[in-house]
């Protein structure tokens, strides 16, 4: 893996020199962030913290990458004029990753209720599945009774009205015959 430097300019009013550079490497994938900064860190004779990369662009088939970095004078400067998200990407103190072993730390670490504590009524989730049960099935019942007594009213009502437009409908048709 080369890396070349094809333009470096110094920037005084962001505390910080931009870098143009490609990248060719024959044979392979595209290198990791990380040994890209470690790499310009060797060129340009910083501290890889203090490197920003800002993007890498590989093209297809071809074994050359390039890149645009940012090579700040100190970490708080970086962070004070960078993107979280590029701070993220490489892994700079502000916007760092997570490691693994903090996530369960984190979550060990939350309070949990005390097992002493039984004068709480248990949750609808931590009710046993006998007492669902019986009062879904006393719920479902009484929604059963409900729809019966309106349809029994329904087709009373329903009848009468049917009559009265059948018989309607009959006497224009005996008006008609006559």
Same mark, same amino acid.
């Given at each position: ?89 490489n892994n700079a103190q502000g916007g760092g990753k997570k490691s693994a072993k903090e996530e369960p730390e984190k979550a060990a670490e939350q309070p949990t209720e005390k097992?002493? +504590?039984?004068? $709480?009524?248990?949750? /609808? %989730?931590?009710?046993?599945? *006998?007492?669902? !049960?019986?009062?879904? +099935?006393?719920? $479902?019942?009484?929604? /059963? %009774?409900?729809?019966?007594? *309106?349809?029994? !009213?329904?087709?009373k009502e329903e009848s009468g009205e049917e009559k009265q437009k059948e018989e309607d409908k009959e006497k224009p048709a005996e008006e008609k015959k006559e």
């Amino acid at each position: 893996m080369e890396i070349d430097i094809q333009s470096k300019t110094d920037n005084p009013l962001l505390k910080r020199t931009e870098v143009h550079f490609t990248i060719h490497h024959d044979g392979g994938k595209t290198p990791k962030r990380e040994l890209i900064r470690s790499e310009l860190a060797e060129k340009l004779n910083v501290k890889k913290e203090n490197i920003m990369i800002n993007f890498m662009k590989s093209s297809f088939g071809c074994a050359d990458t390039v890149g645009y970095a940012k090579v700040y004078k100190s970490i708080k400067d970086s962070e004070a004029y960078e993107k979280k998200h590029v701070l993220k990407r490489n892994n700079a103190q502000g916007g760092g990753k997570k490691s693994a072993k903090e996530e369960p730390e984190k979550a060990a670490e939350q309070p949990t209720e005390k097992s002493g +504590d039984t004068t $709480k009524e248990p949750k /609808k %989730e931590e009710q046993p599945a *006998e007492q669902d !049960e019986k009062e879904e +099935d006393a719920g $479902k019942a009484e929604s /059963k %009774e409900t729809k019966v007594e *309106e349809t029994a !009213e329904a087709p009373k009502e329903e009848s009468g009205e049917e009559k009265q437009k059948e018989e309607d409908k009959e006497k224009p048709a005996e008006e008609k015959k006559e």
